[in-house]
């Protein structure tokens, strides 16, 4: 089945909109807009209405170019011309100027990967965080939340407990041997 020019123009033209256009088109009954003709006339007659296009085309044909240099340009001087040029270069925002940087605009596409790539390294630390939570240091000999070498236990205690604790199993009782 092949889509007809018409049916590619509608169904792409959403992307073309934002602000107070595309919510504009948002609020449109579903269904209200068939033909791409249809589709012309409701967004003209909602963002370009007849009062304004005729003031547009006024302006438009009654256009007059201001005359900046007080007189003919090909009567001055040499010296004049250059400089009411060089004037006019400065002051027309058209040219190009070393000195503005244009900052470049992220696209969608590029603005998607920067919120996936921020989420996944919120998730990253999330579950780094959560094992870190997990791994806890146990003492070998109290069995507290401590490392071994400060454990506060006695250790001449713990071995004569030891100690004590061979003697009633019987091994190393060298008294029977003589």
């Known amino acids: ?3 007809g020019d018409d049916a590619i123009r509608l169904r792409l033209f959403p992307f073309l909109l934002r602000d107070r256009a595309k919510s504009w088109l948002v609020s449109l009954p579903p269904n209200s807009i068939n033909t791409w003709e249809g589709l ?6 909602k963002f370009f209405p007849p009062t ?4 547009l085309r006024s302006e438009i044909n ?3 170019q201001q005359d900046t240099s007080g007189r003919a340009f090909i009567k001055k001087s040499s010296i004049k011309a250059y400089e009411l040029l060089d004037e006019m270069a400065m002051k027309n925002q058209q040219w190009s100027s070393e000195r503005i940087q244009s900052k470049k605009v992220a696209d969608m596409h590029e603005v998607d990967v920067i919120i996936k ?11 780094m965080t959560a094992q870190v939570k997990q791994a806890q240091v146990v003492c070998e000999l109290c069995g507290g939340p401590h490392p071994y070498d400060t ?4 250790v ?4 004569v407990e030891q100690a004590q604790a061979i003697r009633i199993l019987g091994i190393g ?3 029977s041997i003589d």
């Not at 790539?117 to 579950?127: C, G, P, R, S, Y």
């Not at 454990?151 to 006695?154: A, G, P």
């Not at 001449?156 to 071995?159: K, P, Y």
Request: hydrophobic share 50%; proline share 0%.
């Open 151 to 154: 454990c506060q236990v006695n």
């Open 117 to 127: 790539l921020t989420t996944q390294v919120e998730a990253l630390t999330k579950m």
């Open 52 to 55: 304004k296009v005729a003031r």
């Open 1 to 3: 089945m092949e889509l």
């Open 40 to 45: 012309a006339l409701k967004f003209l007659f």
């Open 62 to 64: 009654n256009f007059i």
């Open 156 to 159: 001449n205690n713990l071995l």
């Open 173 to 175: 009782d060298y008294s």
